[in-house]
């Protein structure tokens, strides 16, 4: 089983709760600031880093694949713009591009089996309804054929089929968004079957390199614990009590909403990024291959049924919106527009609500971006942003 299999799809989906876990930490080591450096320190003086070396940088390549009949190499590049497949002879040559017909970037791609071909997911203006493509190494430029024409739903590779050239395995949702569907489709024909239909509660099918379904993966619950690293920071020397800040992005995002209105003196500012600030509205607002049918219960079982008068009272207690008039450092807030699984309208009404009460907030929206994974550009604009913020509110350097 690949990492692109029903896991690409519920990266994303989990991300708004699981990936807190990570964030937050992460929040904890990257935003807070070291003591304050004397002047003539090296690390006062030393050139800042610009932060269009992190995400546009023209040299960047990686994701090597070799051919399945080992005659070539393909990898990820610049070009155009944009990240996207480039090839050539394993034993040497020119190298090639395949156009995407597409400004946005790639982030990983398959070899087909018969070693001409490579297959790619894309979405549109960060909507995340990935549809999987296939492009021709021997027409790079003519645009690649989307295997997956379903409109408004989502796709994803769960196996090339190497000892049957002509089909591969996807999963996609156009049946239902409650799950998941697992589909053989033909890739000279486009022609689909589906070979096995979700009931709802399966994250992960399990095939053999045949294509045969051998078995199924069922939702469980899941529980999750964020461990407030502050006074430790400060306790070992390594944060300011004074300027330390929170950052995150989704689930790490409700997470710095929550810890700049719940705790305020805790933190000097705050970086939220796509986040939520009401557990009530992120329900009842969310796609339903979002929320999807299988894991609805755990949803209620931790975070609450907004249906029943006392869970929604209890998760509205729990939501940062509600307690805006609180916070007491700064706000920077981000959301993408298209954001199918946190709703734009929870930074709308965050910000709103700051506002309302006086408090210091700066909003970015970005026009043609969702949940995650940003275009390179949106990503060197989000954190020179970030970095001017944090430079600004915690003392430091920025650009």
């Not at 529980?223 to 995150?248: H, K, L, N, P, T």
């Not at 700064?330 to 009404?349: F, K, M, T, Y």
Request: proline share 5%; hydrophobic share 40%; charged share 25%.
């Amino acid at each position: 089983m690949t990492s692109k299999t029903m896991a690409s799809w519920r990266l994303s989906s989990k991300r708004t709760w699981a990936v807190g876990v990570l964030a937050l930490s992460l929040i904890l080591s990257g935003c807070a600031a070291a003591p304050r450096l004397s002047d003539s320190s090296p690390a006062s003086t030393a050139p800042l880093i610009p932060v269009a070396l992190f995400f546009a940088n023209r040299e960047s390549n990686y994701d090597y694949k070799v051919s399945p009949d080992g005659g070539r190499l393909a990898w990820l590049a610049s070009a155009g713009g944009r990240l996207t497949v480039h090839f050539r002879e394993l034993q040497g040559g020119d190298a090639r591009t395949i156009d995407t017909h597409s400004t946005r970037s790639l982030g990983t791609f398959r070899w087909a089996a018969d070693s001409r071909h490579v297959l790619f997911e894309q979405d549109r203006d960060g909507d995340q309804n990935q549809h999987v493509y296939l492009a021709d190494t021997e027409r790079p430029g003519e645009r690649p054929i989307n295997l997956t024409p379903i409109g408004a739903a989502r796709a994803a590779i769960h196996r090339v089929l190497l000892v049957d050239p002509d089909y591969i395995l996807v999963v996609h949702n156009a049946r239902t968004r409650r799950g998941f569907d697992l589909v053989r489709i033909n890739v000279r024909t486009g022609d689909a079957a589906v070979v096995a239909e979700n009931p709802g509660d399966v994250v992960q099918w399990i095939t053999d390199p045949h294509g045969s379904l051998r078995g199924r993966i069922r939702a469980v619950g899941n529980s999750e614990r964020i461990v407030d690293a502050v006074d430790s920071a400060v306790r070992r020397g390594v944060a300011d009590r004074q300027r330390v800040g929170i950052m995150g992005w989704s689930y790490g995002g409700y997470a710095t909403l929550v810890g700049m209105t719940f705790t305020p003196g805790v933190f000097a500012c705050g970086v939220d990024i796509v986040g939520s600030s009401n557990l009530v509205s992120l329900l009842e607002t969310r796609h339903t291959y979002w929320t999807w049918h299988a894991l609805r219960p755990y949803w209620y079982k931790y975070a609450g049924d907004p249906a029943l008068p006392e869970d929604r009272q209890r998760m509205e207690a729990k939501s940062p919106l509600f307690h805006a008039h609180r916070a007491q450092g700064p706000l920077l807030i981000v959301h993408g527009a298209n954001d199918p699984n946190v709703q734009r309208q929870e930074s709308d009404q965050m910000v709103e609500a700051l506002r309302r009460a006086g408090k210091d907030v700066e909003y970015v929206v970005f026009a043609d971006e969702g949940h995650g994974g940003f275009d390179w550009r949106n990503n060197v604009k989000l954190f020179e942003t970030v970095e001017r913020f944090l430079a600004r509110h915690l003392g430091g350097r920025g650009d």
